[in-house]
């Protein structure tokens, strides 16, 4: 498709001296009204009728347009024949006022019309330093209430003060040239001004109603758009809010009263009577539109665009300002909404919106075929200027307050100050802006109207090529040159705009993913299209889920076009974290899941959207864990916890998770909770720096089950604590010094899986008591109750499974022994692999006598008799026999293969070690195990954990089986395999395993011998 260019536009302009141009050029109208005005000019004495000929002849090279000029006259002096001679008689006396007055009526119909119908002896009488003077709002405010007081009604004052001032600012500007920003806050004065008073009137209305607010109470009109701005055009609605502050009257209220103040207020400005009108008013940019209220307090004002604002609102509080009344109020209220206004970022969303905006506006000329005509919303026009002065102020405003200025022109400056344009490409935009602006004056004055379109006939484009001062030898060359100019700004302007944001204002639509949110009609099918490239097998049950991720809570619907606006922003990312993980359905539906329960959904999407890591955070743990996810969805508090922890968390250090819980349990009202909480946020952290590798396999190992250590610690604390309140002559101290916690397995190796049981022995000694029966009696309570603790089910679910049934001849035993029923039984009735399991048993606090007692009784069990080779090769050979094809645990080359290898050489070289990797670093140390062996052991049995760890973190169960079917394969690839051209991520996963339990099994026949 071939690029617009405005030059190949078909202007309605003859060639140089051709018939068409003189034809065209021939002003019959002038002479139509020249013969008109005659008539009226015969019927006054020679002398005056002749000399107001001559003036008139005289003026007409001065005007833009002479016959409008003359046209206007004979109007007045057929409508009010009766002013014919004064009119004369005042214009041959000032003849240079009189210019003055003849140049204005070719400028603007309009004004004309006031101006010969109701202020001509007022405008002759201005001397040139009056009509030179700027026009400020005293100025105004000073004249409207003067004509009040010589018994102007308030309508009539308001409109015709606005007019004579507004003649002196088309003088300053026609004639006087004065730039463009000065007319523009000269025409914002007036507004300032009308409002200032209307105000004032409305105040006085209301209290002759009897409304009269509290001492307290505060109202201030802000301006918005070009008003707020200070650069409002002469036939410019003005955009208003109002915000209030403070106590109304008792019989309406605050709100009420503020809202009769602005209705009052409106139609002094809007409402047309034979004077005119002083502005159009358009309330649509206050919060919520038109079915917003019409006045808001601060606070309610506020509130609104911090909690629901959009995009496009952002970028109109730019111009906002206080007007009238309570200025402190706006004051306030504006400099509270900047870090709003201007953000530190703006999301793809939001760049979405923007883009938006400019398409539908762009549409809307070209389907009015007004592209080059248009000088506001066509190519190159001033909302294109100001659009991208805008989407700058608001991209750079968060980190450079310098931009933050209302008006476009003072903002080009700004942003060239501060680096953000060039100065070159500061001026062309800027001088482009002022030219397009000169234009939009000249038609808008003509009859008073909001038009931005330049008209399709060659003398009206003559006029206003004159109007802007262009001229030339030829009839038609204003027109021509009017042309030329607008081609070369628009060129300019829009060639700028194209290399500044490359692609920003092209014709795509916004990013399909972020279309999946944000359009409310799309279906299934065409959803589906845009979700096909991302690997999801349910794209409907997928788009289901985007769907609900786009609606928030029912307690926080109101937040839901906030939370929508950030989800669509981070919808690419998300969708491409999904389509890149192992399965693209779970971990979005997890995603969703995740995010169901949440306070608000938007504060983890505005998360997500100003920092990428949060969608790593909660994403790996949606792609990698049901259990995890069910934690998060299960407790929504854990989000902002977890995420602040993760500033802090390194390794866990069983200091500081003691220290935590403390904290946590000392304010807690139920301790419980506390552990299942303290578990939670632990578990998470865990989890999320296991599978993305940022902590090792053992060191992973290692803190699941120092978490469990501390949990164990503060419940026995807990449950003790319970016991002794029964009967309180007991001595705590002395209680606790004669019990002791045995960890048996996982825990008591110190390497736990995450769906690992606490295997534990209880065992205590009755010295605190005086009879045996008593101390078995508490003891077995106290187990008890420890026991359900940690093991009893709720909507938490459990904190740990608890297994017992290692204790001295399991479960037809008490579920506490004595030491010396410990020592008996591990000496005359154990099993041998009882004393396998032995070597991994740990003693969780060395530091009490009962403690000290039952490491002494499991060395001497362990190291006391000599080392059975073939009962051990027996023992498991008979596990093997008993697994399931393919066990990861007991079949052949599982993980027993490596822990009886290691319990069989730590029974024969006496290492007391309960830890894994640390008996393999000191078995290897004393020559125990080959140097070259040990790297193989401890790397065999690190991968055949770490599958295991992969199995168990998906949904929290104890499983040592790998999955089938398709199953394995997306297990696989969570494994971090890859399928690739010749092999899928199954068969790489299957085959390294398998090479594993080999070299697992081979090790344990070279050192079990």
Same mark, same amino acid.
């Given at each position: 498709m071939e690029p617009v260019d405005p030059r190949k536009f078909d202007w309605p302009i003859p060639e140089p001296d051709s018939a068409e141009e003189l034809a065209l050029s021939a002003d019959e109208s002038l002479q139509k009204a020249a013969e008109g005005l005659s008539v009226d000019l015969n019927r006054l004495p020679a002398p005056l009728s002749q000399g107001f000929a001559e003036l008139l002849a005289e003026c007409f090279d001065d005007s833009p347009s002479p016959s409008e000029s003359v046209y206007a006259?004979?109007?007045?002096?057929?409508?009010?024949?009766?002013?014919?001679?004064?009119?004369?008689?005042?214009?041959?006396?000032?003849?240079?006022?009189?210019?003055?007055?003849?140049?204005?009526?070719?400028?603007?119909?309009?004004?004309?019309?006031?101006?010969?119908?109701?202020?001509?002896?007022?405008?002759?009488?201005?001397?040139?330093?009056?009509?030179?003077?700027?026009?400020?709002?005293?100025?105004?405010?000073?004249?409207?209430?003067?004509?009040?007081?010589?018994?102007?009604?308030?309508?009539?004052?308001?409109?015709?003060?606005?007019?004579?001032?507004?003649?002196?600012?088309?003088y300053r500007e026609a004639v006087l040239q004065r730039p463009i920003e000065e007319t523009g806050a000269e025409i914002s004065a007036l507004a300032d001004a009308a409002l200032e008073i209307a105000l004032e009137y409305a105040r006085q209305e209301l209290s002759v109603k009897g409304l009269t607010p509290a001492t307290d109470f505060r109202f201030c009109v802000i301006a918005m758009g070009k008003l707020g701005a200070s650069e409002l055009n002469y036939s410019s609605d003005i955009d208003l809010m109002f915000i209030y502050d403070g106590e109304g009257p008792e019989r309406v209220g605050a709100q009420g009263y503020a809202v009769r103040l602005a209705e009052a207020l409106i139609p002094l400005l809007d409402d047309a009577t034979e004077h005119g009108r002083v502005f159009r008013v358009d309330t649509r940019l206050r919060p919520e539109g038109k079915r917003g209220r019409l006045a808001r307090s601060l606070q309610g004002t506020l509130d609104y665009y911090f909690s629901f604002g959009t995009t496009l609102e952002r970028q109109a509080l730019i111009k906002a300002r206080a007007a009238a009344?309570?200025?402190?109020?706006?004051?306030?209220?504006?400099?509270?909404?900047?870090?709003?206004?201007?953000?530190?970022?703006?999301?793809?969303?939001?760049?979405?919106?923007?883009?938006?905006?400019?398409?539908?506006?762009?549409?809307?000329?070209?389907?009015?075929?007004?592209?080059?005509?248009?000088?506001?919303?066509?190519?190159?026009?001033?909302?294109?200027?100001?659009?991208?002065?805008?989407?700058?102020?608001?991209?750079?405003?968060?980190?450079?307050?310098?931009?933050?200025?209302?008006?476009?022109?003072?903002?080009?400056?700004?942003?060239?100050?501060?680096?953000?344009?060039?100065?070159?490409?500061?001026?062309?935009?800027?001088?482009?802006?002022?030219?397009?602006?000169?234009?939009?004056?000249?038609?808008?004055?003509?009859?008073?109207?909001?038009?931005?379109?330049?008209?399709?006939?060659?003398?009206?484009l003559v006029r206003i090529g004159r109007a802007l001062g262009l001229r030339g030898p030829r009839p038609m060359d204003p027109a021509r040159r009017l042309v030329h100019a607008l081609q070369k700004h628009t060129l300019r302007s829009r060639g700028l705009m194209v290399r500044l944001f490359a692609g920003l204002f092209d014709s795509h639509r916004s990013p399909a993913e972020s279309e999946l949110v944000l359009d409310h009609d799309m279906g299934d099918q065409q959803a589906a299209g845009i979700l096909a490239p991302y690997g999801f097998t349910d794209p409907a049950g997928a788009f289901r889920a985007i769907r609900e991720l786009a609606e928030e809570t029912q307690e926080n619907r109101l937040y839901g076009p906030r939370a929508r606006k950030y989800l669509a922003s981070m919808m690419p990312a998300l969708l491409d974290f999904c389509g890149k993980s192992p399965q693209p359905d779970f971990t979005l539906l997890n995603f969703e899941r995740i995010c169901a329960n949440l306070g608000a959904k938007t504060v983890l999407f505005e998360l997500v959207a100003e920092d990428p890591r949060a969608l790593a955070i909660f994403g790996s743990i949606a792609a990698q864990s049901q259990w995890l996810t069910d934690i998060l969805a299960r407790r929504p508090g854990l989000v902002d916890?977890?995420?602040?922890?993760? +500033?802090? !968390?390194?390794?866990?250090?069983?200091? &500081? /998770? *003691? @220290?935590? $819980?403390?904290?946590?349990?000392?304010?807690?009202?139920?301790?419980?909770?506390?552990?299942?909480?303290?578990?939670?946020?632990?578990?998470?952290?865990?989890?999320?720096?296991?599978?993305?590798?940022?902590?090792?396999?053992?060191?992973?190992?290692?803190?699941?089950?120092?978490?469990?250590?501390?949990?164990?610690?503060?419940?026995?604390?807990?449950?003790?604590?319970?016991?002794?309140?029964?009967?309180?002559?007991?001595?705590?101290?002395?209680?606790?010094?004669?019990?002791?916690?045995?960890?048996?397995?996982?825990?008591?190796?110190?390497?736990?899986?995450?769906?690992?049981?606490?295997?534990?022995?209880?065992?205590?000694?009755?010295?605190?008591?005086?009879?045996?029966?008593?101390? +078995?009696? !508490?003891?077995?309570?106290?187990?008890? &109750? /420890? *026991? @359900?603790? $940690?093991?009893?089910?709720?909507?938490?679910?459990?904190?740990?499974?608890?297994?017992?049934?290692?204790?001295?001849?399991g479960k037809s035993s008490p579920l506490a022994v004595t030491l010396d029923e410990l020592d008996k039984y591990l000496r005359q009735d154990a099993g041998y692999w009882e004393r396998i399991a032995a070597t991994r048993a740990r003693v969780l606090d060395t530091s009490t006598a009962a403690g000290k007692r039952a490491g002494t009784i499991l060395d001497d069990f362990v190291f006391g008799a000599p080392v059975d080779v073939q009962a051990t090769r027996d023992m498991r050979a008979r596990l093997e026999a008993e697994a399931p094809t393919g066990g990861l645990k007991r079949g052949r080359g599982g993980t027993l293969d490596i822990e009886f290898l290691l319990a069989h050489l730590q029974m024969l070289h006496g290492l007391r070690e309960p830890g894994l990797w640390e008996a393999i670093e000191q078995l290897a140390a004393r020559g125990a195990i080959d140097a070259a062996d040990e790297d193989a052991i401890a790397g065999t049995y690190a991968f055949q954990r770490q599958v295991v760890n992969r199995l168990q973190i998906l949904d929290g169960v104890s499983r040592h089986e790998l999955p089938q079917d398709g199953a394995l394969e997306v297990f696989a690839r969570r494994m971090g395999y890859q399928a690739g051209p010749t092999s899928g991520a199954a068969r790489q996963l299957t085959e390294e395993l398998a090479w594993h339990r080999d070299n697992a099994r081979r090790m344990f026949e070279k050192y079990v011998r």
């Open positions: 006259i004979e109007r007045m002096f057929a409508a009010a024949p009766a002013t014919v001679a004064d009119f004369v008689s005042g214009a041959l006396l000032s003849p240079r006022a009189f210019r003055r007055l003849f140049t204005l009526l070719g400028h603007s119909r309009v004004l004309g019309r006031f101006l010969l119908m109701h202020g001509w002896r007022e405008f002759l009488q201005l001397s040139e330093a009056q009509l030179a003077a700027a026009v400020t709002k005293a100025d105004v405010v000073a004249a409207t209430r003067t004509r009040m007081a010589s018994g102007d009604d308030i309508r009539s004052a308001l409109r015709v003060a606005h007019y004579m001032a507004a003649l002196r600012v088309l009344g309570d200025t402190a109020l706006g004051h306030e209220m504006v400099e509270k909404l900047q870090p709003w206004i201007f953000r530190k970022y703006l999301t793809v969303e939001e760049i979405n919106q923007i883009q938006a905006l400019k398409r539908s506006i762009e549409q809307r000329t070209g389907n009015r075929d007004e592209q080059f005509t248009d000088v506001k919303t066509g190519f190159g026009g001033i909302r294109d200027i100001e659009f991208v002065t805008q989407f700058l102020q608001l991209l750079n405003g968060g980190r450079i307050e310098g931009v933050r200025r209302a008006a476009t022109l003072a903002a080009l400056d700004a942003l060239a100050r501060q680096g953000v344009l060039n100065p070159h490409e500061a001026l062309e935009l800027a001088d482009a802006y002022r030219f397009l602006r000169s234009v939009e004056h000249r038609l808008q004055l003509w009859e008073g109207a909001q038009t931005h379109t330049l008209p399709a006939h060659g003398n009206a916890e977890f995420i602040d922890g993760l +500033q802090t !968390f390194a390794a866990l250090d069983k200091q &500081r /998770l *003691r @220290d935590d $819980l403390h904290s946590r349990v000392a304010f807690a009202q139920d301790a419980v909770d506390a552990l299942f909480w303290q578990r939670d946020v632990e578990l998470l952290r865990i989890g999320l720096f296991d599978v993305n590798g940022r902590t090792p396999l053992p060191e992973t190992l290692r803190e699941l089950a120092a978490l469990a250590d501390v949990l164990l610690e503060f419940a026995l604390r807990n449950a003790l604590a319970s016991e002794l309140a029964r009967d309180s002559a007991m001595d705590e101290a002395s209680v606790r010094d004669h019990f002791v916690v045995i960890a048996m397995g996982k825990l008591g190796s110190g390497a736990m899986n995450y769906a690992s049981d606490l295997d534990l022995v209880f065992a205590y000694d009755p010295a605190a008591f005086g009879d045996a029966a008593a101390a +078995q009696a !508490f003891y077995v309570r106290l187990a008890r &109750r /420890l *026991r @359900d603790l $940690l093991s009893q089910s709720g909507e938490r679910g459990k904190l740990y499974e608890v297994d017992l049934r290692l204790r001295p001849r």
